[in-house]
Nanobody, 124 residues
Framework: QVQLVESGGGSVQPGGSLRLSCAAS????????MAWFRQAPGKEREGVAT????????YRADPVKDRFFISRDNAKNTLYLQMDKLKKEDTAMYYC?????????????????WGQGTRVTVSS
C-alpha cells in the first residue's frame, strides 16, 4: 500500500509563498506521474499541477500558471509544490496523488493513491 504524506500548508497573506511537500513510501515512486490537487469548501477537487515520471513533462492549470511550480526528487521519493504570489482563491485543502501510469494528468480518475491533505489558507 502506497502512503503519501503532505506537509507545508499553513496560513499566509495574499502575495505570500508556501512550499508543499509530499513524502511517498513507495519504492517505485520514480516510475509514476504525480500531481497536486486542491479542494475548496463546496467545490469539486481540481487538478493544480502534474509531473510525469520523466521530470521534463509538467503541466499546470491555468489559474496557477506562472505562480505555482511542481517538482520532484526521485532520490528522496518526494514531490514538491512551490506556491508564489498566493491569492485568496488559492485557499483550499491540497492533496498529492500518485498516478496510474508514468504520464502526467490533471484528471482525478488517473490517480490511484492519495494523501490526507494539507490546508492552505490565504487571507489578510
Amino acid at each position: 500500500q502506497v502512503q503519501l504524506v503532505e506537509s507545508g500548508g499553513g496560513s499566509v497573506q495574499p502575495g505570500g509563498s508556501l512550499r508543499l511537500s509530499c513524502a511517498a513510501s513507495d519504492s517505485t515512486f520514480s516510475a509514476y506521474s504525480m500531481a497536486w490537487f486542491r479542494q475548496a469548501p463546496g467545490k469539486e477537487r481540481e487538478g493544480v499541477a502534474t509531473i510525469g515520471a520523466e521530470e521534463i513533462f509538467t503541466y499546470r492549470a491555468d489559474p496557477v500558471k506562472d505562480r505555482f511550480f511542481i517538482s520532484r526528487d526521485n532520490a528522496k521519493n518526494t514531490l514538491y509544490l512551490q506556491m508564489d504570489k498566493l491569492k485568496k482563491e488559492d485557499t483550499a485543502m491540497y492533496y498529492c496523488a500518485r498516478g496510474r501510469s508514468a504520464w502526467p494528468s490533471l484528471q482525478v480518475k488517473d490517480y490511484s493513491f492519495w494523501g490526507q491533505g494539507t490546508r492552505v489558507t490565504v487571507s489578510s
